[in-house]
């Protein structure tokens, strides 16, 4: 079983975890930028933590053959705080590196008016760089959330399958479907979605445009519940190649509209119905 975690905070996880991870299978992932677990205090904050994606979470993937792509932005979280917001005139030459697969995560925690003019500015960024958006839906106010989430993505221009809307449920991934962005599920010991809630999804769904990872944040979380939800769409019937097509093909898919994978053979993952599009571009320093 080969995994890609497409949505993974790698940087509040110990090195054991990326051993772990690749006993398991996985073979690449995506760290989104988010929140640290308390506030930061100035732009120059963010600007370590963005080289330190780059950097050293590349690095200490690399040692247990890894790929660990990341994305950028203003998380939703700190996007009211006003210390916090002038780093949006930073993020463009960030937006520009080897290994930047989106802008994200971006959309909504508290759905201030704050939040939403940091949103609607990064779905720009996204527009005008050529890559995928990854949208994070709030906790509270999640329905609210998401389709308020929909209409700045509608009106932003971006196409709807270069988005991916994350922290979906039985309750909000209809909407999603309905617009046709990609539908990003968290799987999690006891919140958010579990690998067998998963499983019924897909079983009533389909498997085309959705991404299923483990987030792995610094609550109560597993980085192996990838493999959770491989191993339960088997006993629910699924077939290796429809484990493959959700946990890797699916992912590889969405976030090489970037052109910046960093993966062997990115050419045959991707298909010859791309043969000549911004999908198989070259990366960027």
Known sequence: MRIFDPHVHMTSRTTDDYEAMAAAGVAALVEPAFWLGQPRT???????????????????????????HCTIALNPKEAGDPRCTPVLDELPRYLEKDGVVAVGEIGFDSMTAAEEEAFTRQLAMAVEHELPAMVHTPHRDKAAGTRRTLELVEASGIAADAVVVDHLNETTLADVDAAGCWMGFS????????????????????????????????GRSDPLKTRAVGEAMLVAGFTEDDVDRVLWRNPVAFFGRSGRLLLE???????AEHEGSSVLRGPRS
């Open 187 to 218: 799987v999690y010991p006891e919140t958010k979605m579990d690998e067998h809630r998963m499983v019924r999804i897909l079983l009533d769904r389909g498997l085309d445009r959705v991404l299923v990872n483990s987030a792995a944040d610094w």
């Open 42 to 68: 100035n732009v120059g904050s963010f600007l370590d933590y963005f080289d330190g994606l780059l950097g050293w979470e590349r690095f200490r993937a690399s040692q247990f053959g890894v790929a660990h």
């Open 265 to 271: 053979d990115v050419r045959t993952e991707l298909g």
